[in-house]
């Protein structure tokens, strides 16, 4: 279990580093479609981390490309097995390319604007991997252009910093 970690912008908890075999379990699950891994990566996240279950919980919504090749949302799938209440305020109002081996900056540019909440609260982000934190701030921008507040952020794993493409 790795706990507390911190990008730029935002500290978030983390219940497993992204490595070995949880890595290769979430590369399954996301590129090979084999869901059966939900469960067991929600399990082992509900078993690793606390979280209050009763705040909305927003995930980043899949790109429409990636979700007609799954068929679901990784991400979404994981958080509610779970046991996160999960909320559809967050919206992908663009589509765009791939983060997977973008570094740093262009994972910045890549993601701009690309979410847009509809309503305000309190919620709780979960994603299944951060790396640079980018889809995450992205996030974070979206529910505070509404005057809502990020009360806690959540990740399945993480990568280490030096192994997010900063440079």
Known sequence: MTGERQRPGFLFKSAF???GLLASALGRLKNHNEYGYINTLAEAFRNSVEFDSDLQTIVPPSTNAAFRKRGFNPAADIAKKA???LSTSLKRVKQNDSQQGLDY???QLNIQQLFELRGTGEFIIFDDVVTTGA???E??????S????VVGV????STDPKGANYE
């Open 17 to 19: 580093r992204y490595e």
């Open 83 to 85: 046991g996160f209440r």
């Open 105 to 107: 900056v262009n994972r």
């Open 135 to 137: 889809t995450i701030r």
């Open 139 to 144: 996030m974070i921008r979206a529910v505070k």
């Open 146 to 149: 509404e005057g809502g507040r």
């Open 154 to 157: 959540f990740a399945l794993c």
